[in-house]
């Protein structure tokens, strides 16, 4: 028997409001101890996903640049801007501004082999799953799809989302 998304995914996943700030953003994943958040809607629709790469990109110092426009013609850009200044320039934007708009999703009847695929060809932590309506029911990450695999090689029969951080409180 395969082994489905259901079978391994985190039931309560983190999520932000579509509408919070990015400052409740970063306050959210420190206090949860994540890198990512789903991003729903007023009916937990899943609409973006902010990760922690996503903030970083917004704040990491950019060099200088030159832009041909044809000819000899030339336009430098300078980023003068410090790290403080960015940080704090983003702390009253909208979450929405730097999320992902197209999210890649998994449904619960998926098989975990799909889902590994995908996460190890794009390189993504984890994938929000959603009902047949968009909303979000749960989490699968890969370090939860590696304890299925050591799990499966090992013979250890143990339920891999009993415990998907150890020493870790479960998601609240």
Do not use: C, W, Y
């Given at each position: 028997?395969?082994?489905r998304v259901k079978d391994i995914m985190e039931k309560e996943a983190y999520a932000c409001h579509c509408g919070q700030t990015l400052s409740e953003v970063v306050q959210i994943f420190s206090a949860k101890g994540t890198s990512g958040l789903a991003v729903v809607d007023d009916?937990?629709?899943v609409v973006g996903f902010i990760s922690d790469g996503d903030i970083m990109k917004a704040v990491?110092?950019?060099k200088t640049r030159s832009i041909s426009c044809g000819g000899f013609a030339s336009m430098m850009l300078y980023d003068n801007e410090?790290?403080?200044?960015?940080?704090?320039?983003?702390?009253?934007?909208n979450v929405m501004e730097l999320a992902v708009k197209k999210v890649l999703c998994a449904?619960?009847?998926?098989?975990?082999?799909?889902?590994?695929?995908?996460?190890?060809?794009?390189?993504?932590?984890?994938?929000?799953?959603?009902d047949e309506d968009g909303r979000l029911i749960g989490m699968v990450r890969r370090a939860t799809i590696m304890q299925c695999l050591f799990g499966i090689l090992f013979g250890d029969d143990e339920d891999p989302?009993?415990?998907p951080r150890p020493g870790q409180p479960r998601p609240a």
């Open positions: 028997m395969e082994r009916g937990r629709h990491a110092e950019q410090s790290f403080e200044e960015k940080a704090k320039a983003l702390k009253h934007r449904t619960a009847d998926q098989p975990v082999g799909e889902i590994a695929s995908v996460l190890g060809k794009k390189r993504f932590k984890k994938v929000p799953v959603v989302a009993a415990d």
